[in-house]
């Protein structure tokens, strides 16, 4: 397993750094968490218009044939930015379609997902400590035969403007992946500001039609790629808080000497960096296993953790030596604890992300 990037995926992460730093500089952002929508459509289209959306989409469908691998080398310039804008959602929902959906659902969400025509999203949390992977919200058939879906997703990112989501619910046989419109008939759905500024949605479902896009392992093979894609993310965003505070530390002097010489300051520092490598050595594992449809074993815990529980203290740190500046909201590192804190509480804690990994562990027929 060779951890070195390809020449197409430091492409990759060249053009999204360019693009991320050119266009969602502080003031962009703070001028996006203050409109209604709370999303940079300036952005997107650049994103859309470099063939960034759509990257690990099936060429025939308009995206850019790679795979899971770079769209988390998109994902971590995403996070070093805190850009506003809901890529991992839309490119995981449409990869979903993309995966299991029939050839008129790929034909209607996947092509103009990749042109970045088109939002989607995904529904996985729900209330209280529930596995993401064994979903409470219900999927039957009605009397004409037509899939309906009764229950509630918490925390829906982007419902507010997405085209579909991507809902994952009980079946009788089983569990399975749904197409629901969150403005359709028997969806009700609440908008809330997160952490993080940006909006999410609880859905309530009351026997709405939705589309079937897959049953059996669906449901396992998304929430797998989204706790990965939200590690990327979490990579970049403790990548991004430690380089501010270099600059900033560089840049303070005390008692005649810049901050970054003093030897506390250098142990924070060196924490952060102990964490972060932790956390870029496990998420570069489990997507390259996710990637290449290998048997990913622990890996996709045990990157979540890190990412969950090493993501944290990255972002804490980085804002406690900045010292006051670190809590005035006009200054940027700010924005980078509260996308930690988001991150870390998205599909679950890090004392669930342990429970599930013991689970894992004892089960003898599962790689470590």
Request: charged share 20%; net charge negative; with cysteine.
């Amino acid at each position: 397993m060779d951890f070195a990037f390809t020449e197409e995926q430091t492409a990759i992460r060249d053009l999204a750094a360019d693009i991320f730093t050119g266009t969602s500089g502080p003031e962009r952002i703070k001028a996006v968490e203050a409109s209604a929508e709370r999303i940079d459509r300036d952005l997107w289209r650049e994103l859309a218009r470099a063939g960034l959306v759509g990257i690990a989409l099936p060429a025939e469908s308009g995206g850019g044939g790679m795979g899971f691998t770079e769209l988390c080398v998109l994902l971590e310039q995403q996070g070093r930015s805190v850009a506003p804008v809901p890529l991992w959602e839309t490119a995981l929902a449409a990869a979903a379609v993309a995966e299991f959906g029939t050839p008129d659902q790929q034909r209607e969400y996947v092509a103009p997902a990749a042109a970045g025509e088109l939002f989607l999203t995904v529904g996985l949390e729900e209330f209280g400590p529930a596995d993401p992977v064994v979903p409470e919200t219900s999927a039957h058939r009605s009397g004409t035969g037509t899939w309906v879906l009764t229950g509630a997703k918490a925390v829906v990112p982007a419902a507010h403007i997405a085209g579909r989501v991507v809902v994952s619910a009980a079946t009788p046989t089983g569990t399975g992946l749904f197409l629901a419109d969150p403005a359709g008939a028997g969806v009700h759905a609440e908008n809330n500001e997160t952490t993080t500024r940006a909006l999410a949605a609880t859905l309530a479902f009351d026997n709405a039609p939705v589309e079937l896009l897959a049953e059996g392992d669906s449901v396992q093979w998304l929430v797998s790629r989204a706790e990965i894609a939200l590690a990327a993310v979490q990579t970049g965003v403790g990548a991004g808080a430690v380089q501010h505070a270099v600059n900033y530390l560089n840049e303070r002097r005390q008692f005649g000497r810049p901050l970054s010489t003093f030897q506390a300051v250098g142990h924070q520092l060196a924490d952060c960096y102990i964490d972060l490598e932790a956390m870029r050595v496990t998420l570069w594992q489990a997507a390259w296993l996710l990637g290449n449809d290998e048997d990913p074993g622990t890996a996709v815990p045990v990157a979540k953790w890190w990412a969950t529980d090493g993501g944290q203290r990255v972002v804490h740190r980085a804002q406690h030596v900045h010292g006051g500046i670190g809590v005035d909201i006009d200054y940027p590192v700010h924005r980078y604890l509260l996308w930690g804190k988001q991150i870390a509480a998205t599909l679950g804690s890090a004392s669930a992300d342990l429970a599930r990994l013991g689970d894992l562990l004892a089960r003898p027929e599962v790689a470590v």
